[in-house]
């Protein structure tokens, strides 16, 4: 069965460090997504992607944040310097349609010292 | 604003049933879903239900959907110890395409 694939499963940096997250949705997909969840809270929208270009993002998809498709197949997640805040897991997603079923991938968590 | 809400814990014994339940605000919901996270894992989508319906079965799982109170919830037959773990209530607007999520509710099963 087709599944959304991500890596580091964790990442430990230090702050004020660059960190990638990768993600390789399900093939046939089209809307790709980040979510976080910072831990003991609840999952958090962060941005989605369609079509190449940003769809929506949510507050804290500030300019520290950017999103990537670089080869039709990888979906990236760069945080430019990281904060202790960052720290959290983050989950990739991807879906054939803008509404209905997404499917999740099983996170990296991120833990900024 | 957009909100889920459903309650954090829940105890229930092995074979009996769990009903994990769940309110939102926002009228024009879409879609509806409940999402399971076990320990260490990522989310995985257990059902999810339209809008226009009612009731949703699928094996173990029934969804029941109150539109008019804006209430969901999620029934486990023969609660088995597999089943422990996070369920998230989760919605999504009709006009945008992101996914609100409530806090979960932690399952924990007693033998």
């Known amino acids: 069965e087709p599944e959304v694939t991500q890596t580091p499963s964790h990442q430990v940096t230090q702050m004020g460090q660059e960190v990638i997250l990768r993600c390789v949705p399900i093939s046939n997909h089209l809307y790709f997504y980040w979510y976080r969840q910072i831990l003991g809270q609840k999952v958090e929208f962060l941005v989605s992607?369609?079509?190449?270009?940003?769809?929506?993002k949510s507050e804290i998809f500030d300019d520290q944040f950017s999103v990537e498709r670089p080869d039709g197949s990888n979906f990236t997640l760069k945080i430019r310097s990281t904060k202790l805040e960052d720290s959290a897991m983050y989950f990739c997603?991807?879906?054939?349609?803008?509404?209905?079923?997404?499917?999740f991938g099983e996170g990296s968590r991120l833990t900024v010292l | 604003g957009e909100d889920v809400e459903q309650s954090l814990f829940l105890s229930v014994r092995e074979g009996d049933s769990s009903v994990i339940n769940c309110t939102y605000t926002?009228?024009?919901?879409?879609?509806l879903y409940w999402y399971k996270q076990e320990p260490g894992a990522g989310l995985q989508l257990l059902t999810y239900?339209?809008?226009?319906?009612d009731m949703k079965q699928d094996q173990r799982l029934t969804v029941l959907l109150n539109k008019k109170d804006k209430h969901l919830s999620l029934r486990i037959a023969d609660t088995q110890t597999g089943d422990s773990a996070i369920y998230f209530c989760a919605e999504t607007m009709n006009r945008d395409d992101k996914i609100i999520f409530g806090k979960g509710t932690r399952l924990h099963i007693l033998p």
């Open positions: 239900i339209f809008s226009n319906m």
């Open positions: 997603a991807s879906g054939r349609a803008s509404v209905g079923e997404l499917f």
């Open positions: 992607f369609y079509n190449n270009e940003i769809s929506e």
């Open positions: 926002d009228s024009s919901s879409t879609y």
